[in-house]
């Protein structure tokens, strides 16, 4: 009997630790793994960014991702895809996010300091909320050597350009008009990075360019991007003769290949005939005619007059030179402060808001954040955000952020004159205020306050 309660004693003995054991091991966490690949890449051409994301057991909602917006990139997010795996005896579940960075100027990139929201079933039904750090990544972006001299720079791995000319009629004359549209397309680059095409001036025809169009095209299975840019312009035929739209060249960085290419557009040749309405209609102005003796005349009669008038115009052609560079100078440096200024920036921000262009809204914003102040250290949307304290502020930038950059669109589209006015809101208030009352106030001695023994004009009243 003692023996058995001793083998008894001993057994519990053995199992206690055991089960104290399992009841210290830590419960599973969200696993996190973050990848960029390749971490060298051209100029234009993009890398990935790769995000996995998984939680025990089940997500109760996709996790919060940050935006990844890298100054001097492009940032477009690609398609995510589920996981599941085990671990350790463990089901766990997440999502794969991948996100397309474009450089656009050579130079080392990082992205650092980003958190990931994550909500999960620790114990089902129990939801646990954790914020997960995400590790420092970078990647080196550079220009090819061969492709140092483009100017503008373009990388793509496939580009194709094509024209298309409009004429108001088939046999064309003086006031007629031709419309030339260049398209530019090109694959695995965003449209913004396509560089525009120019139309000279040509003597004899009046060139009125218009607004360029703008398109990014993604297949849904691939993620492949195609980006398309128009650039047009209306010539209107001034004077008759033979006329050639100048041949349009663009040179490029095939990626694919790796070597410089040119893309050619021939020359636009227009034979234009007069047009006998707009002769008559010239024919009918009045021509001046000159009588040299009467001017003569004019002269010997108001010679003394003649005279001043003549030294006068020779002073100002001596003085006008200098008065002109240095006007010349003065408007340009108040011209080119006000392109660096926080107004300027400002002011294109609302003309995008205006137009309803939510990705010219979007970067234009970016371009006016350095000029806030010092309640935006460090110039991104997320700290303008927090500097701002609008919750309406906040929902009509994400809902921005998710036209632009998600890859479900929502239904829910963000209010043009809402964002506005919910900026220029915070505008008024995170703009730095320049201290008035300590500038105005004149020196003390030059108003004393004390009581004078001497009035301020002797003793005697002053003359009326």
Known sequence: MKRSLASAILAVAAIAPCGAWAQQAPAPEPVLHMTIDPPRVVVGQPTTLRIDVLAPNYTTSPPELPGFQVRNAVTRQLQ???????????SYAGVRFEFAIYPQEPGAFAISDQKVKVKYAAEPPAVREELLSLPRVSFDAFIPDAAADLNPYLAASRLRIEQSVQRSSEQLKVG??????VTIQAEETP???????TFPDVDGLAVYPAQPALQDKTEGRTDALTATRTDSATYILQRPGDYALPAIDVRWWNAGEGRVETAHLDAVTLQVAANPTVQQAGASAPKARFNWATIVDLVADHWLFALLATIVIAGLIWVAPRAVRGIAAYRRRRRQTYLQSEAFAFSRLRHAL???DAKAAYFTLLDWLPHVGATTPDHTVEAFKVAAGDPVLDREIDAMEAELFASQRDTARSSRRQLLHRVSAARRRLRPQAGRSSNMRLPQQLNPVGPSSVTAHGGRKPAR
């Open 176 to 181: 007629d008009s031709v419309t030339r549209s």
């Open 191 to 197: 449209a913004m990075l396509l560089p525009p095409v």
């Open 80 to 90: 995510s895809v589920n996981l599941s795996e085990q671990r350790d005896g463990t």
């Open 354 to 356: 205006r137009h309803r």
